[in-house]
């Protein structure tokens, strides 16, 4: 069975009115449709903070700043054909520019900002509730 493992950073971001910054997973991917935390996997000999700032721009259009490590998250699921491993680098990251603007053509396809009571009325992956979580201190 094929052992496929993925390191990636996310960003944790808050505005001051206490919403969350997520990102609709596209058709391109296998949760199309859910919302995560923006972010995605770090590139050879990137540092992850740098991927984690990079993510956030390309999938937000907001520039941000990488306040602190949050977690280093792991989960594994079995599939037909393969295992999957995925590491999670979280940061608390605030936003210092830009314009939310929606990636087109990639994984993701919306940007938006979530109230917590928002939260429970959308659909999350596992990344998406690990940010709840870490953001309001309780899960959405």
Not at 11 to 36: F, H, K, P, Y
Request: charged share 25%; hydrophobic share 45%.
């Amino acid at each position: 069975m094929n052992q496929i493992q993925r390191v990636a950073a996310y960003n944790v971001c808050v505005d001051e009115a206490q919403r969350l910054l997520l990102v609709r997973l596209s058709a391109r991917t296998e949760a199309a449709g859910s919302w995560t935390l923006p972010g995605g996997g770090i590139d050879f000999g990137e540092h992850p903070e740098a991927a984690a700032i990079r993510e956030l721009r390309e999938e937000t259009g907001l520039d941000g700043r990488i306040v602190e490590l949050l977690a280093v998250d792991s989960g594994h699921r079995v599939a037909t054909d393969h295992e999957y491993h995925a590491v999670r680098i979280i940061y608390r990251t605030e936003i210092i520019g830009g314009t939310l603007t929606d990636e087109t053509d990639e994984s993701t396809d919306a940007a938006a900002w979530f109230t917590r009571a928002e939260l429970a009325a959308i659909s999350l992956v596992s990344s998406g509730v690990a940010g709840a979580q870490l953001a309001f201190g309780a899960p959405p």
